[in-house]
């Protein structure tokens, strides 16, 4: 016999990982109920970069269709030296990635995505979301597990996820205090009308403009409606992660100074209200996120530097390895740990190769930098191990799903 027929999974965190759980779960016909801190269902935040191995979980859920509504699908990407625009190096995206891979890659507003995962999960249960519910933590036995909101409810099921994120109540609890170390970068942020801007500015692409301490992500979202602007750079003193805190313009113009007329041109369209900064820090891969009955999913799990473009993928492929262990096993703490032992080496990878890419980056000779991207060949190496990967029908770990 499997465990209860429909264990009741408990999430923390309504956002894109917890959603996706959601959804993942209520998919197979297992109860959800999702507990969210801020008063209102919503995202903040700008673009994300979603590849074939997320966006197959997207399909699986129905998504498809109201997704091509709005997303961007890049050509390519492009690493290009800061000054001049020498192109560094290319992956081809488009039409080859999606032949090689199962599904296109695309850009999309962070808030559309969260927008279509929300209807998704309110149109299988209108009830299961509740807002303005802080987690402080929980408490478990053989029999169940139960969650602690900060005005004091208490709400009971069988399996907890803590999917809220870098500062994760349960993470905290699970983990205990965790080393983070400052990567001496901050991240500037900001997105741009694309009528301010001159047609033909760039390609339908993502381009990595790469520099000495510093470099840029630019990219198209909503239909070529936005550009997408993100700005890492070297900063002596770090400051507070959040994605919401205002600076000023002129900073971020002064950061680029000297840069290639593109990055000018984007910059000086950004509202003069409308850069956000905020501090990158670094958290190294864990060997444990889970107790019998309680996991983590998402950054809250395995917190992962934006060099890369995928911490929201590894979220959604969360979601979905999570949902496949618990209608797979036969109770809780083995699902758990065949989620775990399924998820553990990926997302560790991906930290890793997130964390190596900033050096990458920021090679200050152009020689040496040619030399390194040609010796590292993105184009091969991530559609081997990174954007091949389906989450959908990768074998679990220690489980063995019905058919």
Not at 260 to 288: E, K, M
Request: hydrophobic residues 40%; glycine residues 6%.
């Amino acid at each position: 016999m499997k465990m209860n027929k429909h264990p009741l999974t408990i999430i923390v965190g309504a956002g894109i990982g917890g959603l996706t759980a959601a959804a993942c779960l209520l998919k197979r016909g297992l109860p959800v109920r999702v507990f969210e801190q801020a008063p209102t269902l919503g995202e903040v935040g700008a673009g994300i970069q979603s590849s074939a191995n997320a966006v197959k979980v997207l399909y699986d859920l129905g998504l498809r269709e109201e997704l091509e509504q709005t997303v961007v699908r890049p050509q390519a990407f492009e690493f290009r030296r800061f000054d001049t625009a020498e192109l560094m190096h290319r992956i081809p995206l488009g039409q080859e990635h999606e032949r090689r891979n199962g599904a296109p890659y695309f850009h999309i507003h962070r808030a559309d995505l969260h927008e279509l995962l929300a209807k998704a999960v309110l149109k299988m249960d209108p009830h299961c979301i509740a807002l303005d519910a802080r987690a402080t933590g929980f408490e478990e036995d053989s029999d169940g597990v139960t969650l602690h909101l900060a005005d004091g409810r208490r709400e009971t099921g069988d399996v907890l996820v803590g999917a809220d994120g870098i500062k994760s109540a349960i993470r905290a609890q699970i983990l205990g205090p965790t080393p983070v170390s400052y990567t001496g970068d901050v991240a500037w942020r900001a997105v741009i009308p694309t009528d301010r801007l001159p047609a033909d500015i760039m390609d339908t692409v993502s381009t990595v403009w790469c520099g000495p301490k510093k470099h840029a992500v630019m990219y198209y979202l909503r239909a070529r409606k936005l550009m997408n602007f993100v700005g890492l750079v070297e900063h002596a003193h770090p400051e507070n992660e959040s994605w919401t805190q205002v600076r000023p313009w002129a900073d971020l113009k002064a950061d680029f100074e000297g840069w290639h007329p593109t990055i000018q041109t984007v910059i000086d369209a950004i509202d003069r209200d409308g850069c956000y900064r905020y501090a990158l820090n670094n958290r190294a891969p864990v060997d444990n996120w889970s107790t019998a009955r309680a996991t983590l999913l998402g950054d809250a799990a395995h917190p992962t530097l934006p060099y890369l473009a995928s911490g929201a993928a590894m979220a959604i492929e969360d979601g979905e390895i999570l949902a496949r262990c618990l209608a797979a096993c036969d109770n809780v703490p083995d699902a758990l740990q065949s989620y775990q032992n399924s998820r553990m080496d990926r997302t560790a990878a991906v930290v890793r190769e997130s964390t190596e890419n900033r050096d990458l980056y920021r090679i200050e000779d152009e020689d040496e930098m040619r030399r390194a991207f040609h010796a590292k060949n993105m184009s091969k190496t991530r559609s081997e191990w990174l954007y091949s990967y389906d989450p959908l029908t990768v074998p679990l770990a220690g489980a063995k799903e019905h058919t």
